[in-house]
Nanobody, 114 residues
Framework: QVQLVESGGGLVQPGGSLRLSCAAS????????MAWYRQASGQQRELVAS???????YYTDSVKGRFTISRDNAKNTVYLQMNSLKPEDTGVYYC????????WGQGTQVTVSS
């Protein structure tokens, strides 16, 4: 049974930081592309960042220079370090794993507000 469990979300003021974690089980973690998506209220889910099995990262333009995705294959965990957070970063953040098929986590809420 595949499980992706996100943690680290919460309420933060603009300019603050959060670190999201996603612990995976039931997959060969090291061979999967791992990604973070987010979904704001009333909007479509969008790709925020991804990292390949070879550690190549991708970032959507709106988070470049502020977010960093990383993975620890020994811990089957992918991280998203989010700095200089803005109100428009608010949403539910989902972890996604993909090799032959994709799997989603349950999501963690991130709220950026003063």
């Amino acid at each position: 049974q595949v499980q992706l469990v996100e943690s680290g979300g919460g309420l933060v003021q603009p300019g603050g930081s959060l670190r999201l974690s996603c612990a995976a089980s039931g997959i060969i973690f090291s061979s999967n592309v791992m990604a973070w998506y987010r979904q704001a209220s009333g909007q479509q889910r969008e790709l925020v960042a991804s990292i390949t099995s070879g550690y190549s990262p991708y970032y959507t333009d709106s988070v470049k220079g502020r977010f960093t995705i990383s993975r620890d294959n020994a811990k089957n965990t992918v991280y998203l370090q989010m700095n200089s957070l803005k109100p428009e970063d608010t949403g539910v953040y989902y972890c996604y794993a993909n090799k032959i098929r994709g799997y989603w986590g349950q999501g963690t809420q991130v709220t950026v507000s003063s």
